[in-house]
């Protein structure tokens, strides 16, 4: 199992508001867009993301933090075995991503997801 990357999720009313500072001002592009959420980052590598939603995706609440991997069941099974307990999922998107939430010892709600 290898971590791709981890993308910090900022939880709002107002997903908009996030383009004029992280868009105009930092130049950051929208990586991904859906209307509940958008993604900034640097379009040529993937590894500078922030994330604004109202919603989690599905109604599911906003994690903490988003991590992606290369073997979301994987991990699911360690996630398991080591006695934490799955929130949400696993589910399979409807954007794409099959993904769980799970919470962290210090209980910040992390979204663990694969690519399709």
């Known amino acids: 199992m290898t971590v791709k990357r981890i993308v910090a999720n900022v939880a709002t009313a107002d997903v908009a508001a996030a383009r004029r500072f992280y868009g105009d001002?930092?130049?950051?592009?929208i990586l991904?867009?859906?209307g509940w959420i958008a993604t900034y980052g640097n379009s040529e590598r993937?590894?500078?993301?922030?994330?604004?939603?109202?919603?989690?995706g599905g109604e599911a609440p906003?994690?903490?933090?988003?991590?992606?991997v290369d073997?979301?069941?994987?991990?699911?099974?360690?996630v398991?075995?080591?006695?934490f307990t799955v929130e949400y999922g696993p589910s399979d998107?409807?954007?794409?991503v099959r993904r769980f939430?799970?919470?962290?010892?210090?209980?910040?709600?992390?979204?663990?997801?694969?690519h399709d």
Do not use: C, Y
Request: proline share 5%.
């Open 25 to 29: 001002v930092l130049g950051l592009d």
């Open 32 to 34: 991904m867009d859906h």
């Open 46 to 56: 993937m590894t500078v993301q922030v994330s604004f939603a109202e919603q989690g």
């Open 62 to 68: 906003v994690p903490d933090l988003s991590i992606e």
């Open 71 to 78: 073997d979301v069941d994987a991990v699911l099974a360690d």
């Open 80 to 83: 398991r075995k080591a006695g």
């Open 93 to 96: 998107e409807p954007w794409g």
């Open 101 to 114: 939430f799970v919470r962290d010892p210090f209980g910040k709600l992390v979204n663990i997801l694969q």
